[in-house]
């Protein structure tokens, strides 16, 4: 078929669309198979529905919240005036353009982002370039590293970098130290916080390296007296497993001590918890 328009209100059950298409407001698109295939562009007028994942040359949209219930693919641009794009699947395009949020369930690739509002993103975003207004969220890695080196510089979303460092290699830790420098210099604790918990997660993988961040964060944040990182990681598998990694004698005493350090931390007393750490050399 050529050039479709489904009209506002309307329900309409696409396969390929060869030409461009055209969404009303409000208006609700079912995929014949798992992708609705369009050549041309897909243009939406106030709020959308895709129930399947999208495959078009460019996407855009205005006006209003659109929900694609899958991936979308754009050969070209994606561009949203004056609305929201929320994807639960992954995005890759050459560059993505959206006013006010930009949700994404899976990976997002594109050359550039700029994003005016809140940019979410679950997987790993890839990119040259992200510029985004309000905030940052990513749970997996951000592949963006000159950028990631320019936000730090700008204290920019130091919190978000450091959480998305939690899989990254060796060559990366570099910049965890880097977010805990320019946290510091900022009177920030709290992306510090999320260094060490992406240390403490890497330890696994990465060994000494990943425990010398760790160490590094919590004695910067002991000489300012802030123990709330224990609330973070206090309980988990990877915190007891880079502690009982250490030697022998320290295994003995922190595996003395660790019941009366979590009954501390039960009671919130992160203070006298991290205080009792150095007392007896857990890290």
Same mark, same amino acid.
């Given at each position: 078929? +050529?050039?479709?328009? *489904?009209?506002?209100?309307?329900?309409? &059950?696409?396969?390929? $669309?060869? %030409?461009?298409? @055209? !969404?009303?407001?409000?208006?609700?698109?079912?995929?014949?198979?798992?992708?609705?295939?369009?050549?041309?562009?897909?243009?939406?007028?106030?709020?959308?529905?895709?129930?399947?994942?999208?495959?078009?040359?460019?996407?855009?949209?205005?006006?209003?919240?659109?929900?694609?219930?899958?991936?979308?693919?754009?050969?070209?641009?994606?561009?949203?005036?004056?609305?929201?794009?929320?994807?639960?699947?992954?995005?890759?395009?050459?560059?993505?353009?959206?006013?006010?949020?930009?949700?994404?369930?899976?990976?997002?690739?594109?050359?550039?982002?700029?994003?005016? +509002?809140?940019?979410? *993103?679950?997987?790993?975003?890839?990119? &040259?370039?992200?510029? $985004?207004? %309000?905030?940052? @969220? !990513?749970?997996?890695?951000?592949?963006?590293?000159?950028?990631?080196?320019?936000?730090?510089?700008?204290?920019?979303?130091?919190?978000?970098?450091?959480?998305?460092?939690?899989?990254?290699?060796?060559?990366?830790?570099?910049?965890?130290?880097?977010?805990?420098?320019?946290?510091?210099?900022?009177?920030?604790?709290?992306?510090?916080?999320?260094?060490?918990?992406?240390?403490?997660?890497?330890?696994?993988?990465?060994?000494?390296?990943?425990?010398?961040?760790?160490?590094?964060?919590?004695?910067?944040?002991?000489?300012?007296?802030?123990?709330?990182?224990?609330?973070?990681?206090?309980?988990?598998?990877?915190?007891?497993?880079?502690?009982?990694?250490?030697?022998?004698?320290?295994?003995?005493?922190?595996?003395?001590?660790?019941?009366?350090?979590?009954?501390?931390?039960?009671?919130?007393?992160?203070?006298?918890?991290?205080?009792?750490?150095?007392?007896?050399?857990?890290?």
């Amino acid at each position: 078929m +050529g050039d479709v328009s *489904v009209a506002r209100g309307a329900t309409s &059950k696409l396969g390929q $669309v060869d %030409g461009d298409l @055209k !969404v009303g407001q409000e208006a609700r698109i079912e995929s014949e198979d798992k992708v609705i295939q369009v050549t041309g562009r897909v243009s939406c007028d106030g709020d959308a529905e895709f129930l399947g994942s999208l495959s078009c040359s460019e996407f855009s949209a205005r006006h209003g919240k659109v929900r694609i219930e899958g991936d979308l693919n754009a050969k070209g641009e994606v561009k949203v005036d004056d609305g929201q794009l929320a994807i639960d699947g992954s995005l890759e395009a050459t560059r993505v353009a959206v006013d006010k949020a930009l949700r994404i369930g899976g990976n997002a690739r594109a050359d550039d982002f700029d994003v005016g +509002g809140v940019l979410e *993103v679950k997987g790993t975003i890839s990119g &040259k370039k992200v510029d $985004v207004g %309000g905030s940052f @969220k !990513v749970q997996g890695a951000a592949e963006v590293e000159e950028i990631v080196v320019d936000w730090i510089a700008e204290g920019k979303y130091l919190g978000a970098i450091a959480k998305s460092l939690y899989e990254s290699d060796a060559s990366r830790l570099r910049l965890l130290y880097s977010v805990v420098a320019r946290s510091l210099a900022l009177d920030n604790l709290y992306p510090v916080h999320e260094v060490i918990v992406s240390a403490v997660n890497l330890y696994a993988r990465l060994g000494e390296p990943a425990k010398a961040v760790f160490m590094h964060a919590v004695h910067e944040l002991a000489r300012r007296n802030d123990g709330r990182w224990t609330a973070n990681v206090w309980f988990s598998r990877e915190f007891r497993a880079l502690v009982d990694a250490d030697s022998r004698r320290r295994r003995r005493s922190c595996s003395g001590n660790l019941h009366a350090l979590r009954a501390e931390q039960r009671k919130g007393q992160g203070q006298r918890a991290i205080s009792f750490l150095y007392i007896w050399n857990c890290v």
